[in-house]
């Protein structure tokens, strides 16, 4: 599988998610992830499924250094000693030696970025975690993080999908040379009902839900992490990958809504300060 290189780490475009598989729920989801060939798993401390997820990649007996795991701190844990103890929690779940992207999960509106950031890339320079990046960073969010604290930034993950614009987003990393990756990829299934997508489906002998990741595995610098339970659909989301979209079906695609935006709890950043 084609990868994107960043901050020293060699990251699988596509990579299979485990959000709300909590639990056991989730070891038989990545085994058969495995399996199929999948070698990029999204976990994080919130999902609780992080032991489940460890079972499944020490079972699998694949070479550690083929695996890339991605696991997240949650929001009310970013104080330097509990970020800490977060993810000596998360290796120790995971039954790892080291995490290979470490993320921020959700920015806090009383965090210390610059104390948090500080911390994380500590974990780094310990060799602890290979990478480390943030999630759900508005715009000038991360641009304080990159360019007035100087945090190695190698990954920052946001919701995005082909209902939804990141372009001021996607212009800044990309300016940067900083991956983005795209959670909720196929807009919590709404993808799979578009008909716009349907379409352009039929004419690639594919369904709606390739399609939006075949999208977004068309633009640079981006990684996708879609969520599967069944093997089937595990199966389906590798095959996206030899989908190839022409100008007609790019353009059909840009024509959609992009201001649908799914995943906004009430301790989500001002998403609008991104344009400003």
């Given at each position: ?14 990579g299979l998610g485990t959000f709300r598989m ?255």
């Amino acid at each position: 599988m084609e990868t994107i290189e960043t901050h020293g780490v060699a990251i699988p475009r596509l990579g299979l998610g485990t959000f709300r598989m909590p639990g056991d729920a989730a070891r038989p989801v990545v085994e058969s992830g495995l399996e199929l060939g999948f070698r990029h798993i999204d976990t994080a401390a919130m999902y609780d499924n992080e032991a489940a997820v460890g079972a499944a990649l020490a079972a699998s007996g694949i070479n550690r250094a083929d695996l890339f795991v991605t696991t997240k701190v949650w929001y009310d844990k970013l104080s330097p000693d509990a970020l800490r103890r977060s993810f000596d929690t998360s290796l120790g779940k995971l039954h790892l030696d080291h995490i290979d992207l470490f993320l921020v999960h959700w920015p806090s509106a009383n965090m210390n970025m610059s104390a948090t950031l500080d911390a994380i890339t500590k974990l780094k320079e310990e060799g602890l975690a290979r990478a480390i990046g943030v999630c759900n960073f508005n715009l000038p969010m991360i641009r304080h993080a990159i360019e007035e604290i100087g945090a190695p930034i190698a990954v920052h993950q946001v919701e995005y999908h082909p209902f939804l614009s990141q372009t001021p987003m996607l212009d800044y990393l990309r300016r940067k040379g900083i991956p983005m990756t795209a959670y909720a990829p196929l807009a919590q299934g709404r993808a799979a009902k578009d008909s716009v997508l349907a379409r352009i489906g039929v004419k690639h002998s594919a369904t709606a839900a390739q399609i939006a990741i075949a999208w977004l595995l068309d633009q640079e610098n981006l990684i996708a992490i879609p969520k599967a339970a069944r093997p089937f659909s595990q199966r389906a989301n590798l095959d996206a990958l030899n989908i190839h979209l022409d100008e007609e079906d790019r353009a059909a695609i840009a024509a959609l809504p992009k201001d649908l935006r799914y995943v906004d709890p009430p301790f989500a950043p001002d998403w609008e300060a991104a344009t400003i």
